[in-house]
C-alpha cells in the first residue's frame, strides 16, 4: 500500500518505479530463533500514524504502547514514511539500532 499523489514529486516517482509485491510467506511462515530469540534484545515499534492506514498496525501499536518490553515511536505520516519524512524516518531508526 502506498499513497501515489495525482502530481507526485520526484521521491514519489523513484519509489513507486522500485516498488515489487511483498511475499506473502514473511507474514504466514513461522521462524525459529534459536539462543533466546529476541529475549532481552531492545524492540522499538514505529507507528505511522498520519493516515488511516491498515487497521492491524493500529491494534498492534495500541498493545505495544504501554509494554515496558518495547519503545513506542509515532511517525505524523502515513505508510510511506521514508518519502515524506526520510530524516525523521532514518533518526528514528539510527535511534532504534543505538538503544
Not at 514529486?9 to 539462543?35: A, G, S
Not at 488511516?52 to 505508510?79: C, Q, S
Request: with cysteine; aromatic share 8%; hydrophobic share 35%.
Amino acid at each position: 500500500m502506498f499513497d501515489i499523489p495525482t502530481d507526485p514529486p520526484e521521491p514519489y516517482r523513484w519509489v513507486e518505479r522500485r516498488i515489487t509485491p511483498h511475499p506473502v510467506r514473511t507474514q504466514i511462515e513461522p521462524i525459529r530463533l534459536e539462543n533466546g530469540g529476541s529475549d532481552g534484545l531492545p524492540r522499538t515499534y514505529i507507528l505511522c500514524a498520519g493516515s488511516e492506514g491498515p487497521a492491524p498496525f493500529k491494534v498492534l501499536a495500541k498493545r505495544i504502547r504501554n509494554d515496558p518490553t518495547w519503545r513506542y515511536r509515532e511517525l505524523p505520516t502515513g505508510h510511506d514514511a521514508m518519502v515524506t519524512m526520510p530524516e525523521e524516518t532514518a533518526a528514528l531508526l539510527i535511534e532504534a539500532a543505538e538503544s
